[in-house]
């Protein structure tokens, strides 16, 4: 009987390591991603997980002669020799000299649109997210989902080195979390329930557990309007955390995360930083303002007429930005003190001015890329303020167990990935940094 032991067997060579083996005899795996014919020899670009690779075929380097049947988007193995050489900028570059080609596999048909470009060229948003599985292959597109990765990479890495606990939450929920227009009701074996519009319920509960609590995980909106900054299902980087002595436990939590996915992305995305030109912001202190200065500001500094006073407008949160960068040369500003009427009925009240609340918004670059703040922890507070919002808590029993049977003082945030991406890299819609989008009008593929 064959067993199964666990050991990794990888015969081929990384790009990466090339370095380590000049002038020898390796194996490479990947796709063909361009072939250019020269006089006398061609280029094989191929299209490892992470990395372009030129590969040169030329007769004289082996009695291996190039398959007719080979074209791009083929799978291969490529054997060969290492050589280095320096560029003009005297960076140590390596290719391969072919000295096989192995055919793994065939595609059937040519690809829909040209994806070995630097970029995809011309092609419309609607197009490149209709062909989604093959327009990702081009290393531009690649490189944005990298990216994503490095940032709920460095949230994660950042939260456990500061002993938060990952929780997984239900998405399939039997009352709606934060109520409102924009929850997606579900017939559920006759029942109805909810999509989970945040974890946020469960990540308090879970703060009576654990004390400090992450997650990383889907959770849905139904956002009836088409925009460039919602998705009606997003990744959201949650995290709670008890035993705070004040809100600003949070912001100081969320920006050492900051710092954390900044230089994980400088250091182990260099690449992918590089290719797509990502300015990567430096980030030492982030200033903060107070909700009703920062409408003041506004009115007196940038001449701005709000239209809500309890609320910002994207031209106002991207005026705060180019406040922020003006004035502290900052690309992030903390807004802090929301009027009490726009923040869901868990967040705590300021106890010297209970028109307003211990919460806050972060904006990136002047968009809001995160909301957190202090919750209610004392039972009776909760209750009185559920009932003065026009809810009923014994339909929020679970919830409540939190608080009757004893919380710390604790609050938490939620950080919406696809949007930090899309502001990192300077899209103007959403859906640029999504691998899968679904908006109002799509939910495929
Ligand atoms: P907005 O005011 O932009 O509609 P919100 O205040 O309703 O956002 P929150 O409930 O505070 O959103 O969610 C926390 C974070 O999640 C936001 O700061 C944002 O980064 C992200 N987010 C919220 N809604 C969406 C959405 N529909 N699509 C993508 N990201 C979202
Ligand atoms: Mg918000």
């Known amino acids: 009987m064959e067993k199964i032991n666990g050991t990794i067997i990888n015969t081929d060579v990384e790009f990466k390591d090339f370095k380590d083996y000049n002038e020898k005899i390796v194996s490479i795996k990947g796709y063909i991603h361009r072939i250019r014919e020269m006089t006398g020899f061609s280029f094989v670009i191929l299209r490892t997980a992470r990395e372009t690779v030129q590969c040169v ?9 190039f398959d007719e049947r080979l074209k791009e988007e083929a799978c291969v193995r490529v054997t060969g020799k290492v050589v ?18 192995e055919i793994l596999s065939l595609p059937a048909e040519q690809l829909p649109i040209v994806i070995n ?30 990216i994503q990765e490095g940032i709920a990479r460095g949230f994660r890495e950042f939260l456990l080195k500061n002993n938060f606990t990952e929780i997984r939450s239900p998405k399939i929920n039997y009352a709606g979390a934060e109520g409102g227009t924009n929850v997606f009701k579900l017939d559920y074996f006759g029942k109805q ?59 100081n939590m969320e920006t050492g995360a900051l710092k954390y996915i900044m230089n994980l992305l400088k250091t182990e995305y260099a690449e992918e930083v590089e290719l797509l030109h990502a300015d990567i912001p430096e980030i030492t202190e982030i200033p903060t303002i107070k909700f009703m200065d920062a409408k003041e500001l506004l009115m007196t500094k940038y001449k ?29 500003i903390f807004v802090t003190h929301y009027p009490s009427k726009k923040r869901p009925f868990y967040t705590m009240d300021d106890p010297n001015d209970p028109e307003y609340t211990l919460s806050f918004d972060l904006l990136f670059r002047g968009l809001e890329i995160t909301s957190g703040g202090q919750r209610v922890h004392d039972y ?30 604790h609050g938490g945030l939620g950080l919406g990935l696809e949007r930090l991406t899309m502001h990192l890299l300077g899209f103007k819609n959403v859906r640029e940094a999504t691998m899968f989008p679904r908006d109002i009008n799509r939910v495929s593929p």
């Open 84 to 101: 280095g050489s320096f560029d003009k900028n005297g960076k140590e570059r390596f290719e391969l000299q072919i000295h096989n080609i």
């Open 193 to 251: 329930v909810y999509l989970a519009q945040s974890p946020q319920l469960y990540k308090q509960s879970l703060v009576g557990v654990f004390e400090r609590v992450f997650e990383i995980a889907p959770v849905f909106r139904a956002e009836h309007h088409d925009t460039s900054r919602h998705l009606n299902e997003y990744t959201s980087m949650d995290f709670e955390m008890g035993f705070i002595n004040d809100f600003t436990d949070i912001m």
């Open 57 to 65: 075929y030329a007769p004289e380097f082996s009695d291996y002669r």
């Open 380 to 409: 009776h507070a909760q209750v009185e303020k559920m009932i003065k919002c026009g809810m009923n808590p014994e339909e929020f029993e679970t919830y409540l167990m939190l608080h009757k049977y004893g919380a710390p003082p």
């Open 304 to 332: 701005y007429k709000p239209s809500d006073m309890k609320d910002f407008d994207p031209e106002e949160e991207a005026l705060l930005g180019k406040y922020a960068k003006s004035e502290f040369n900052s690309d992030f």
């Open 117 to 146: 470009k630097k970029q995809l060229d011309n092609i419309q948003l609607s197009t490149v997210l209709d062909l989604r599985p093959v327009s990702m292959r081009n290393p531009k597109e690649r490189a944005i989902f990298k």
